[in-house]
T-cell receptor, first 114, second 113 residues
Framework: AQSVTQPDIHITVSEGASLELRCNYS??????LFWYVQSPGQGLQLLLK??????LVQGIKGFEAEFKRSQSSFNLRKPSVHWSDAAEYFC????????????FGAGTILRVKS | GAVVSQHPSWVICKSGTSVKIECRSL??????MFWYRQFPKQSLMLMAT?????????EQGVEKDKFLINHASLTLSTLTVTSAHPEDSSFYIC?????????FGSGTRLTVV
């Protein structure tokens, strides 16, 4: 069965420090992989996605993620965190085919301390 | 880029009434839309998959007679919460599948009093 694991429920980093949010997935076929960010009371905004090709994906707001097939991981990174990055981050995996659903991780809440 | 508009952003209704939430893909056609429910401090729970011109597919445990989904066109899906009760209060989010992937609406905060 498809599943996504985000092992860290909460992460706190200092402003300006680097960030890595972990995501591991279980999927039987070639997946689409996504990272979304959600601010309180808001919908989800796509940060980046991986379909195929280069395993290091660049996204918006200075985020990047690396797909590692051997580790079934798709970790999100940012070299220098800003206070505005405080939010909840969701990793998701989905099929290549249309009409099929995304599976979400439980989310990681990022707190940024000044 | 792909944009999904969800309306209303928030709604307060009386117990026993029905509420309709709209989800529109503004600049692309979406044969499939998804409806999620999110409880405080939790991840998104898929409620149903909405396919244009056909009946929605509901996830296990979701009451299809309470949560009516209509996907009448390639750009519009609606979720109607019928005979709403306080336990239906939640954050509802729609998503549309396009060529660029999955785009989410901004969500609807439903409060039933």
């Amino acid at each position: 069965a498809q599943s996504v694991t985000q092992p860290d429920i909460h992460i706190t980093v200092s402003e300006g420090a680097s960030l890595e949010l972990r995501c591991n997935y279980s999927y039987g076929a070639t997946p689409y992989l996504f990272w979304y960010v959600q601010s309180p009371g808001q919908g989800l905004q796509l940060l980046l996605k991986y379909f195929s090709g280069d395993t290091l994906v660049q996204g918006i707001k200075g985020f990047e993620a690396e797909f590692k097939r051997s580790q079934s991981s798709f970790n999100l990174r940012k070299p220098s965190v800003h206070w505005s990055d405080a939010a909840e981050y969701f990793c998701a995996v989905g099929p290549m085919e249309y009409g099929n659903k995304l599976v979400f991780g439980a989310g990681t809440i990022l707190r940024v301390k000044s | 880029g792909a944009v999904v508009s969800q309306h209303p952003s928030w709604v307060i209704c009386k117990s026993g009434t029905s509420v309709k939430i709209e989800c529109r893909s503004l600049d692309f056609q979406a044969t499939t839309m998804f409806w999620y429910r999110q409880f405080p401090k939790q991840s998104l729970m898929l409620m149903a998959t909405s396919n244009e011109g056909s009946k929605a597919t509901y996830e296990q445990g979701v009451e299809k007679d309470k949560f009516l989904i209509n996907h009448a066109s390639l750009t519009l899906s609606t979720l109607t919460v019928t005979s709403a009760h306080p336990e239906d209060s939640s954050f509802y989010i729609c998503s549309a599948r396009g060529t660029e992937g999955y785009t989410f609406g901004s969500g609807t905060r439903l409060t039933v009093v």
